[in-house]
Structures are given as structure tokens and as C-alpha cells.
């Protein structure tokens, strides 16, 4: 019954095995070799367009060095409250930026609103130096509660962003959790909704450690390979990524390893509402369920093995959770069990509030 | 014949075979594993010592943020003219330091001379804020040019560094190599001859990735946590570094592999010194062979398909090379063939100048 | 009738006067004349202890470089959600530290509380390094909104901040008029109530460029000579900074300058406070009156010549205005003169709502 | 007999009464007065171009935020190695840079010389992302030692700096000295020669802290006011900065300043070179003079309290000097007296070697 995080699981199988593979031979180093140009056009293949792919080490990296990119003096980046960037990368986005403040903004679900965005974006008119100056504008998805933007949502802030110059990024750490959610194609989610780059990431739902920024005007990409450099996240042995992520990509591996997570997900957030006193805040569009349980259910689970972490609920739920329950954050994987999620839910339903 | 870069290898087949292994099961993530934890117990019994033991994605990375923990403003760092910190790493020391100066010292055999170290220190003194100050010292383990320095040369640059309160960090990009090759324990050419931090290099001698920040004094590393994470350099599936590691540690098979590549590197310096015209410029301390061979092996060479860089002869080697000669860097691996080396030599000897 | 702002305003005469007499001499540069040794000394009398004391350009970097001799990798600062340095330095405290964050904190009247800024520094556990670490906190002195701390606020916020172990730093860019508004000594308001830096500023108050940074434990200012060089903020005549100060210490110059302007700013908010209609959001403690005027009243002062900024009321007074109205701030200075006020409340008086 | 540094004076008369002047009324703060556009525009006159102006507090300032201007990720700025930028500055240009390398090139009488400029450009090929990218050149009119680059000179690097897509930034903080000494217009040894970018001082020819970075582009000048801000360089009294410089353009005034200076050193260049065992080691341009005297000249000099610094002579001068002599460095102003340069002649000729 792991729950805890998704990147607590190994890599897949077919992962694995391109990996070890690919350790028999040689090539030229820092991405100079055969795969991993043939990984870029996977890449452009998968997404239907064009793409400047540059691989990291992590998903922080990606975020980070793809703000970079579009860093300015007194530059303001604009994102959701919750935002990863703002909460869990210990400063990498604003220090690749040489300072770059993240203008944080409420919102419900998870997401950011457009009039919000547009409000925010208008604190900073360009006469006002002292504030700083706009530089780009992320979202996350999957969202940092689950849920997933549609690309209507994405084009209409898009549409904002690029109303004011701004580019607009996309934290895609589950990427395909989301995609798989939605039922679109990986193009609609992204540059057709208005995306500019994506931070792509492989490491949460099957691969070791592959991450990758997707620029879909290449021009905008440019020099983005100095940002890389400086920040050492270009690997001498780069094809090592490459490997991983052509089997993560070929034959929809990826979207397959997400719909089987996303299958355990509501397989656990449908056993829970079916729980008298138990709950789902947010319906689940990927991997991650945000539940209220029974403090008895959560002693039990404990017990049981479980792991998970309880969640702070003030901001994120809008009524107070009674005093005997908490409220927790579950995330499935590529790898989760049936038998697990059963075991779960029949836990909570067994000490029910 | 790839003798391009030890980068340009693969892994090693137990590497990869522990990898494979890891991949399987779940455990917490960014370096909270019990995994984790053994391997910095293989370091300390490795190191004869204490050690704080920090993974990171390159060796950019290890150096740079190595030294960043030691950054002060307007702070310089002393190295090698031709040290790969100062030269290859795309400003990344500069970056993680907040604009470090890598002040550049000449030096015969790519070494640093104990009294060229003193003197270039003596012109930062304590009251003149205008040129900054000192921060600390670097060295490369092998060095730039293939030759090692003997425990009692580190000790000696780690008095003078000790005595202006600086640390000494080692670029042990190639420390297995080095250790091979010195034939000394791994902490005679470290923490006993005066090194506080080590980049600890797995990457170019038989790992994928694989990179470790090592601290021998643990108090000296108090945040270094953060410089990691606010560069993106903290992995989120950490242990599978941990896995490369600890089969790269188990049973000395990172020294069997830099014997091999040292091995490899001897025959071929003997082999082209036997040639006459052809010479080696440094007597290789561990995989990296500098050799002049002539115009015409070097076509001949090519295309027979061999992989390798011609270097800049300016400032390495004491005479001018004659025209119809150049100087090239030929490195070795963990798995290079005795044939490949052979083949090489007989070129080389069949098109002597 | 120029409330716009005290920095609109010139210098006063024995400042200026002052300064042109250093004119015509000379004196070592960079801070090493005997003038300037002499007014570190004068600043230890006025605070009745010792004291580090710099000299820079500006407000901006007083408070930059005081809080980057705090910073940490990933390092956080707290202060008020409206903080100059949150809102009005275009990012430089963030640059100065290594991309610092600013944990902006909400609070009634412009001052933080000491349970909001115990929860705040909470979400920051030493374990959890991906959120970052906590490094400061920050208030200001004048207040944001014209309201001042009493030394009993200061020192109950500088007690959570001592156990956090934090420094507590004080914008004190209208230090002068907080001192003679509280009636208290510049030492019960600043070092005896708990704060360790405090950006003392002098160009609002009749200087013509005159701000340092005094540290109270000289100790902790170690190495920030190197952090004000590398920032540029070294003056090379330093001592035409310390003729500034010489003469606004001397005989409490400063604080019958900041009496006489906090003395008009009473006068303007009696004044308006008489006018049925008009209100002051807040009681001023020095020299700026948030004043909530008619619209008529705002085009008939406009058309008399009035320069003053009209504010944002959201989130700074409970009620919302009556469309009639709108929030005004008036800052008064050194040499505002009573018929100005006057004149300004006789309109305002005329074109009641 | 004050020979330290032209920053050891005090302000001319016109200059302080500019001030003085200045100090009397009210205006717009940070830099949105009438004098500042006024002064922008004399800026133009003088230079018979349209300019860009922006006032810092500092030369160090001035120069770190010009480069910072046309800063890259690993970016590379090619100046001579004993540019005040590379020795002086403590760190700020790489630190405004986000980490920016100084490439530092030998060259006699403290000037670059085009080949060597090319040859430097040319270790950074574009495909070399591990080495860095070429971000500016940087030049220093009066050089570090005394001289002038003609503006041939200066257009023969423009050339190779624009050829390589380059800006080429001139650091002027003896600006005046050396456009008197060539007798030429600021334009022509500006931008007419190819400078883009030029740090133009008042600082050490009459004002107090007055400097200025000019670009010639003002499109090339986009968002500079962004980095000023940033950097805590934008002074909310900055019409005291233009005033000064109003008072130093006027009339030619600190052409007269830089005359006077540059008389004063000839005078004393003439003075030493007609003593026998003593010279000048460059024909002054300005009013700098590198001069050689014997040990005994030296303590009778320092005992008739003349102040000016001992400056190492290596890598200076060609041949080395004898036991008995040291090189001087002695740097007049406007304000030096005839008696004084005469006296010091004097001296050095009664204790000839």
C-alpha cells in the first residue's frame, strides 16, 4: 500500500531493459550521438510539431532552467498559489533566474483563473519599475491537487499570457498522468492550447531519471544550452536519458504505464466515496486522490503498512474538516496493485468516522 | 579504436545489472532510502573515515556546488590554468558561487606548484576588498594532462591552502584512475593528504550517472543539502545512484575497472614511444595518453575509424611540434581492447614521420 | 502643496552646507578618512553602543545587502505582505541573496504579528529542504502604511525570530521619524527591543544620498565590506556620504527634521479628520497620513498644484469606499510648510462629499 | 603632494554649487525630474549623438551593470588582464552577470591589441558549450596605465568585437582625461570608433559621486532600468547626480578639469624623466604617470608627506628594475598645484640613484 509519492517506485520493465541495453556500446558524449537525435524526433513525432528537446537530471531542473530561459532583471513569474515551483524546489526557480520573484495566486482546484492571472499581471504595468517586470507565466499538470486543466482552460490563459508578452509554461511533471486523464492528445494539452515549453517528465510514471524541456518554437530555445551547461545538468553519458526515454515513448508505453496509475487512482477514489464520512476533495483526472479519512482509518492503515502523507487542508478545501478526520494525499503509479487499493479502501471503510 | 573520452562508454555490466535490480522494487524518495544510507557507509569504509556523502546528476555539478558551499562574495578560487573548472564547465563554478573568480595558475605537467599557489594568494590580501577574497583552492586528481599527484604534492598545496583558511577541493573526475595508478590507498590521496571535499567521479569510469560530493569533514557540509536542492540536483529516485554506487564500490570493482583503463592507457604510451617520431608528452599516471604522432597516422588513423581529439599543443609541451606532427589525447576505459590499443599503435607506426 | 513623497524634497541647509565644505579638501578614499571613522563613532553614541557602520547609495541596497549577508541557499525571509522590500525593490533582495524568497505575511496596520510570523516560519521545518530554509526576518520602521512598532512589538517579534534562529533586520528608511514620533531613543527601538541590522536612512530626511547599514553585533557583519564591494555600493568618496550624516547627527539635526515633518503630518490629519465626509485609515506615527478624501476634493487640489499618490485600498482599510471617495497617502517632510497644510484641508474641507 | 588617487579630491566649485543649488526646491524622484532630461539631452549635445543615460553611484556600478546589460548563461568578457573590471571591482561584474568569466588578455601599455582580441574570441567556437559564449568586450579609456587608445585603435577592436557580434563597452572612468589628452571629441574616441556602451565618469575629475552608463543604441539600452533597479542603483534623489553632472558639462567645464590634470602630470613626466636614474615607464596620456625613482626618493618623499602608491612593476615594464628603485604610480587632478608636482621633483632629483 504505497501511497506516499510516485517517485518512490522503480522504473518499468521495458525502461529497464532499454537501459541496460544501451550500457553495452558507445557513442559520442553530451548528446552528440545517434539516439538521442532520434529521441528528439520521437519527441516531435509523439507531439505532432515541432520540438527543441533538452534533457535534465530533474523535474526541479526542467521547471527551473526553462524560467531561466525567460528570465529578466526583476523578472515576476507568474503561477498557482500550490505551484511546485513556489512550495518544493528550494529556490532553484528563482536562483537560475538571478532572482526572479514568483507572484503566487490563489485559486480553486488547484488552478489558476484567467481574470486572476490578468489581475496579477496587471500589478506590474511597465512604468513601474520598482515592482519588477513580468516574465512568464506557469501552470502545473497535472495540478498540484490532481486535478487537470482542459485545453479550453489552458487557451484562455494562454491567451492572457501572450496578450502580455508573456510566454507560457507548463510544469508537466505528470505529463502523461494528465494526458492519459483527459483523453486529448499530448498537442492539444500543450502548444496547440497556447503552451511554449514544457518541462516533460518521465521520472514519476516509469523511468529512472528522465526529464526533459520542450521548447515548440525552437527559436525560442535559444542558448538554452548555456543555461544547461552553467547549471551542470548536461550529462556527459546523455543517451543514458535518451535510451530511457525512447522506450518510454515508443508505442505509447508512457500513456499506457499513466491510464494504468489513473485506473488505480479512481478504483480508490470511488472505493472511498462509497466510505460513509469518507471523501475525495477533487475528483481525480491522473494519479493523485486527495481523501478525507477517519484519524482511526489512518491509525489502522499505518498499522497495516500504508504509506502516505497527511495534507494540510486549510486553503485547499472549503469546508473545515470535522475533528476526527484528516485529510491525506494519495498517489498511485504505474505499478500499483488492484489488491493494494482494495486493501486501502476496505481499511478506511472498516473504521469508518 | 575509441579513444575520444572515457564518457563515450557504457556502463559496466555490474552497474547495470544492480541497476536493473533497483528498478524492481519501492523505496522513499530523494535519498531517504535505506540504500542510500548503506552506501555512505561503503564510502566511509572506502575513505577509511567519516564522510558526507552528497549524489549529484554530473561532475560539473559535484565541482560546482562543491565549491559554492566555500563561496563568499567577491570570492576567489585557485586552480590550475588549465583546470577543467576553469575551462569546461560552462561557468558553472562561477554561477553556483554567485560569481566566484576562478583565478588561473600556470603549471608544468598540469600541476600546481606549492610556491606559484602562495604567491597567487598573496595577491588577495585581507585589505583589499577591491580584488576580492580568497575562498578556496582546486585541484584535479588526475589532472587535465593525464599525471597525478602524489599524496605528498597534495599535502604540500594543502598546507599552503590550510594556512590561508581556505579548503582544498579535489576534481576527482578520474580518482579511480588516480588511486589505480598511484598505487595508494583512496584516503592517502585524499583526506589524509589534506582534502576537505571531493568530487568523487563514477560516470566516466563505468557507471551511468553517477556523482558524489564527498565532505570529510561532516560539519563542513552543514547545508550543502540546500545548494543541492536549489540547483536541481537532489533526484527525486536518488537510490538509483545509490545502486550504481554500491555496486561500482563493492569488491574494488571501480579500481579493476580504472586498472583495466590504466592498463590499456600503458601499453598504448609504450607502444607509441617505441615508434621513432612518435612520443608521449606526459608518462601517464592513469587512462589519458597526450601523444604526438604524425599528419600523416593521424589520416591513416581516421579512417580506420578511431575516435580521438587533437589538443592544443600551445603552453602543454615545452618544444614546438614539428610541422608534419600533432599532439592528440587518446583515453581509455574500462573497456578498451588490447586489440583496439594494438591496431592504434600499428597505424601509428606504419605512417611514423 | 508636495506630499507626493519626502524623497521629492531637497536637502536641508546644514546637510548641504555640510557637504560643501568636505568639497574642498581631500582624504583617502573608499571609506578610509578620518571623517568617516569619526561618524561610525557618532552613530555609537546616538544608538548608546556599538556599531558596524556602512554606507551605500540607497535604501534598495541598505536593505538588499543587509539581508544578503543572511542569506542561505534556498533562504527565506519573512516580513509583511506589504513590505518595500516585497513590493518596491524590483527584486533586488532576491538578486543580492542568491535568489532569495520573501514570505510575505498579511497584518493589520502594516505590522506583522508575532503568531502570524510563528506559523509562517513553521511551514519551514529543517527537514523539509525542499521548501528552503528560513534566514531572516524583516520589518519596516516606519511602517508601510505610516504606523510605527513600539518597542514591546518589536521585541515580541524579535524573540520568535531569535528562536528560530533568524536576525531580525529593520527598514528604517524613515527611522528618524519613527524615533521622534514614539518619543523613545534610537537604541529602545532598535538594538535594546532585539533588532541586529538596521538599514538607517537619511536621503528622505534632509540628505541628499545618505543611508548606511549598523549592525549592532559587529561580529555579524563580517565580510560585509565584500558584499558591499561586489554589489558596487563602495563609494570611492565615501566620506561625502559621512559629511551627510556628520551633520544630520550632530546636535539631533535628524530628529528635529523628522519632528518637524511628523508634526505637519499631525496637522493634516487633524485637519482632515475635521472634515465630515474625510478620514485618516491610520493614526500616523510619523510623517505619512493615509487619508480618504473626496474625488471632488481630489480634481480640486490636483487643479491647485497638490502632488500626491492615491493608493490601493484593497486589503489596506476594512470597509470599502463609497464611490465617492478614494485613498490618498500624503508624506509630509522636513520642509513642509503649515500654510501647504492648511491649504490642502481648506480644499478638502470645500469639496466634502 | 597628494598623488594617491584623483578619488582622494574633493568636488569642484561649480559642481558644489550646482549642488547646493539643487538642494533648495522639490522634484520628482528616481530620475522623473525636469534636470534629469535636461542633462540627458547635454549628454547628446557633447556626444553629437543620441544617447541613452543612466545614473549609478559607482564606477564599479556603472561598469558591472553595462556588462551585465549584454550578460549570457557562461558568458565570457574579454578585456586586458589588468583591467580595473578583472582586479578591482571585488567580483560585481561577474556578479551582475550571473556569474560572468573574465578572459583576461596580456598586452603592453595596457592595451589590447586586435590579434590577440581575435585569438582569445576564438577559443569560444560556438559549438563549445562546455568552454561558454562570448558576451563583450571591454576596453579602458584612459587605460590602467595612463594611456590612451587612439581611436584607430579603438575601431580596429570594435571591429573584431562587432565582427564576432559583440558589444564593445568602454570603462571611462578617466573619460575626461583621456578625450583631453588625445585632443579629439568624445565622439570619435567613442561611438564614431565603434564603442557601444561607455561607463562615463565624474567621479575623479570634480564631482562626487557622479557616473554615468551611456549607450549610444538606446535600443540596445532596453530594460537597463530593470538591472539599475535590481542592483539598488537607482537613487530616489537622483536629480542630485544630474545636477552634478549639469555643473560638469557646462561650459566644457570638466574638459578644463581633465586639462589641468593632465598638465599637472606632463609637468611632473618632464620633471622625472630629466633626472638621471629616474623615468617615466609610458608617455602619460592623462593623468597617470608610472614612474621610477630610487628607494631614497622615495623616503624622503613620504617623509615631506607626499601620498602615492608603490605599484609592482612586474609584467609592467620589460626590463626588470634595479635593486635600488621602485615604480610609483602618481595620479594628479584638477586640483593639483604646480608647487606641488614642482616640489616633488625636486625631491626625487635630490635623492637620484
Redesign the interface.
Same mark, same amino acid.
Given at each position: 500500500m504505497?501511497f506516499?509519492?510516485d517517485?518512490?517506485?522503480?522504473?518499468?520493465?521495458r525502461?529497464?531493459?532499454a537501459?541496460?541495453e544501451?550500457?553495452?556500446?558507445?557513442?559520442?558524449?553530451?548528446g552528440n550521438d545517434p539516439l538521442t537525435a532520434s529521441v528528439e524526433a520521437d519527441f516531435a513525432r509523439v507531439f505532432e510539431h515541432e520540438v527543441a528537446a533538452f534533457f535534465?537530471?530533474?523535474?526541479?531542473?526542467?521547471n527551473?532552467?526553462a524560467l531561466?530561459q525567460f528570465g529578466?532583471?526583476?523578472?515576476v513569474v507568474f503561477c498557482h498559489h500550490d505551484a511546485h515551483i513556489a512550495?518544493?524546489?528550494?529556490?532553484?526557480p @528563482? +536562483?537560475?533566474?538571478?532572482? %526572479?520573484?514568483?507572484h503566487r495566486i490563489e485559486g480553486a482546484e488547484g488552478k489558476l483563473r484567467p481574470a486572476d492571472l490578468a489581475a496579477a499581471i496587471a500589478l506590474y504595468p511597465a512604468s513601474a519599475?520598482?515592482?519588477?517586470?513580468p516574465a512568464a507565466v506557469s501552470i502545473s499538470q497535472l495540478t498540484e491537487v490532481g486535478t487537470a486543466y482542459t485545453p479550453a482552460e489552458i487557451a484562455a490563459l494562454a491567451e492572457i499570457a501572450h496578450g502580455a508578452g508573456l510566454p507560457l509554461h507548463m510544469d508537466g511533471a505528470r505529463f502523461g498522468n494528465a494526458v492519459a486523464g483527459l483523453g486529448v492528445s499530448p498537442a492539444e494539452t500543450s502548444w496547440r492550447a497556447g503552451v511554449d515549453v514544457l518541462s516533460f517528465g518521465g521520472?514519476?510514471n516509469g523511468c529512472?531519471?528522465a526529464e526533459a524541456v520542450l521548447f515548440f518554437d525552437p527559436e525560442k530555445s535559444r542558448?538554452f @544550452? +548555456?543555461?544547461r551547461?552553467? %547549471?551542470?545538468?548536461?550529462?556527459?553519458?546523455s543517451r543514458?536519458v535518451s535510451a530511457q526515454f525512447e522506450a518510454y515513448l515508443a508505442n505509447d508505453h508512457w500513456l499506457e504505464l499513466a491510464a494504468h496509475a489513473n485506473g488505480m487512482a479512481r478504483r480508490l477514489a470511488v472505493g472511498i466515496e462509497a466510505v460513509s464520512g469518507a471523501s475525495v476533495a477533487f475528483a481525480p483526472a491522473g494519479n493523485e486522490v486527495f481523501a478525507v479519512i477517519s484519524k482511526a482509518a489512518d491509525v489502522a492503515l499505518r498499522e497495516a503498512g500504508a504509506a502516505y502523507y497527511e495534507w494540510p487542508s486549510g486553503g485547499l478545501i472549503a469546508a473545515p474538516l470535522d475533528k476526527g478526520s484528516i485529510l491525506v494525499r494519495l498517489v498511485t503509479s504505474f505499478?500499483t496493485q488492484a489488491s493494494d487499493v482494495d486493501q486501502f479502501v476496505q481499511i478506511v471503510s472498516a473504521n469508518r468516522a
Open positions: 504505497i506516499a509519492s517517485n518512490w517506485m522503480g522504473a518499468s520493465d525502461v529497464a531493459a537501459l541496460v544501451a550500457a553495452g556500446g558507445h557513442a559520442p558524449a553530451y535534465v537530471a530533474t523535474g526541479t531542473a526542467a527551473a532552467l531561466a529578466k532583471p526583476g523578472g512550495v518544493d524546489e528550494g529556490g532553484a @528563482e +536562483f537560475f533566474s538571478g532572482g %526572479a520573484r514568483l519599475i520598482h515592482h519588477g517586470q521520472s514519476k529512472f531519471a542558448g @544550452e +548555456f543555461h551547461k552553467r %547549471a551542470g545538468h548536461l550529462f556527459s553519458k543514458f505499478r
